[in-house]
């Protein structure tokens, strides 16, 4: 296989801190309605959920609604009622994420290398907080709201790479999650990093080409992988 022209990542949970950001929301919530901060775990499994099983049936709703509606389901799981300052706490938390402490030097080496790109579950307004957060200038930014779907449906990887001018075969994508990015990967061909923050087990479905804790030497891991692969 040819050198990759451009190395895509997932966004949330790869190049910011999104599960910590969720974590604190949850807790915030939580604590402004006096409940027990303990709940906040109990929470974010039915959030996830939730947010999942909206995502991957009709019609396809706008992420800012995914979000509203998953915390809605997850407080009144717990006996909570939702209100306008919930939501807005959330999308306060979830609109600007800092980046992992690694991500701007890498980005900005990758950058001396390849065009670098994002596609991600998420709407553009969403995003565009967290994205100034990187350090780095992203050449191609592709989010759900574009594309018209989430993945793990194939549509929002075969629209990225449309708009990249790239086919499968000169990409490598970069991302933490198994279920919504090793899958495709595995579907389509494309190169695969795994980035395994959280100590999970490896899914003997979607086999990633490598796997990392972090970012850290992705500028000298992917011409490696390329090599071991032409």
């Given at each position: ?14 190049m910011?801190?999104?599960h ?7 807790g ?160 389509m061909g494309?190169r ?5 923050r ?10 990633p080409?490598?796997i ?19």
């Amino acid at each position: 296989m040819a050198p990759p022209r451009v190395v895509t990542f997932d966004f949330y949970g790869t190049m910011v801190q999104w599960h910590q950001a969720l974590e604190t929301a949850m807790g915030e919530v939580l604590a402004r309605k006096g409940a027990p901060g303990g709940k906040a775990s109990s929470l974010l499994r039915v959030f996830h959920e939730t947010g999942r099983a909206l995502r991957d049936s009709p019609p396809m709703r706008s992420y800012r609604s995914v979000l509203r509606m998953s915390l809605a389901a997850a407080l009144a799981e717990h006996g909570l009622a939702c209100d306008r300052d919930d939501v807005a706490l959330l999308m306060g938390r979830v609109s600007r994420i800092p980046a992992f402490p690694e991500v701007p030097a890498v980005l900005k080496r990758l950058r001396e290398s390849y065009r670098l790109g994002v596609i991600s579950n998420t709407d553009d307004d969403i995003i565009s907080g967290s994205l100034e957060t990187l350090g780095a200038p992203i050449d191609h930014v592709i989010t759900a709201q574009q594309a018209g779907a989430y993945k793990p449906n194939l549509r929002l990887f075969h629209y990225a790479h449309q708009k990249m001018g790239v086919t499968p075969d000169q990409v490598v994508h970069v991302a933490a999650s198994q279920a919504l990015d090793m899958q495709v990967c595995a579907a389509m061909g494309i190169r695969a990093i795994w980035v395994n923050r959280r100590g999970e087990q490896p899914d003997p479905r979607w086999r990633p080409r490598l796997i990392v804790a972090d970012l850290t030497q992705l500028p000298e891991l992917i011409p490696a992988l390329c090599a071991t692969q032409s």
